[in-house]
C-alpha cells in the first residue's frame, strides 16, 4: 500500500508540474481556465486529506470538502512558479486557512471570542499529537507548556469544545444509555448546584490517565478497599492510599 501511494503522489507531482509548465507559455485565456481546473483536479486528494483532519467537529464534511476546494483553487490561480518550486507549498496553508476561516465563521452555535477560536484549533491539534506521545490525555499545564501560554487559557479553549453545536435534549446520556439527556436536568430551583458538579468533576477525571481513573472506578463505584484495589493494580496498600489522597486532591484543585 506504501508503494503505491508513492507512486500516486510521484504522478501527481509530475503531473502537475506539466500542467504549470503549459499554463506559464499559455496565452489563450479558455485554455488557461481549462489548465488551471485539471490542476484543481489533480491535487483534489490532498483537499480532500485536509477536510478529513477538521472532521466532527460540528460542520458537515460535504461543507469542509468544498471549502477545502474553495482554497485549492485559490492557490492554484494565484500560484506563480517564478516564485515557488512546489504548488502544495503554497497551496496547503492557503486550504487551512480556508476551512479555519470557514470554522470561524460557520462552526460555532455560541460563538466565542476569535481569541478563543484559534486557540481551540491549536489546542486541539496539539493534544492529539501529545496523547499518542504519552499514552494519555494531556493535562492543560501540559498544553499550555507546549503552546506557551497560560494554563487558563487553555482551559477556556478547551470549554469552548462545546460551542461546535447544540445537543437536544433528545439524545442518549451517554453511552450505552437509553435515558435523554433532558431527563437528567434539574426539576428544582437550586438542584444545578449537583449538575454542574458532575459537570466539573466529569471533565477532570477525563483528563486523568487510564490507570488513573481505573482506581478512582474500583474505589467509588465498585466500593472496593484499598488492600483489593493494591491486588488489582499490583501495588501494595500504601500505595492505593497515597495515589487516592494525591488524585482527589488534584481533583478538588481542577475544580476549584
Known sequence: MAVVAGVDRAERSARTAELLRRRAG?????ERQRLTAELVHVNRSVAVAMAM???????????LVQTAFVGLTKAVVRFDPGLADDLLTFAVPTIRG?????????GWSVRPPRRVQELHHQV????????????????????????GVEVAEVEEALL?????????LDEP???????????????EPGSTELVEARLALG???????????????????????????????????????????????????EIA
Not at 26 to 30: I, L, S
Not at 98 to 106: E, G, K, N, Y
Not at 228 to 238: D, F, K, P, T, W
Open 160 to 168: 469552548a469544545q462545546g460551542c461546535f453545536r447544540a445537543v437536544s
Open 53 to 63: 483532519r477538521y472532521r466532527d467537529r460540528g460542520v458537515p464534511l460535504d461543507d
Open 203 to 253: 471533565t477532570a477525571v477525563r483528563r486523568l490517565s487510564e490507570r488513573e481513573r481505573r482506581l478512582l472506578y474500583l474505589r467509588y463505584f465498585e466500593d472496593r478497599t484499598q488492600a483489593e484495589i493494591g491486588r488489582a493494580l499490583g501495588v501494595s496498600q500504601m500505595q492505593v492510599s497515597r495515589l487516592l489522597t494525591r488524585l482527589l486532591g488534584q481533583l478538588r484543585e
Open 173 to 187: 446520556a451517554g453511552a450505552g444509555s437509553s435515558l435523554p439527556l433532558g431527563e437528567l436536568l434539574p426539576g
Open 98 to 106: 480556508q476551512l479555519q476561516r470557514h470554522f470561524r465563521d460557520h
Open 26 to 30: 499559455c496565452t489563450d485565456a479558455d
Open 124 to 147: 486541539r491539534e496539539r493534544a492529539e499529537q501529545l496523547c499518542q506521545e504519552l499514552g494519555r490525555d494531556p493535562r492543560p499545564a501540559e498544553l499550555a507548556e507546549e503552546l
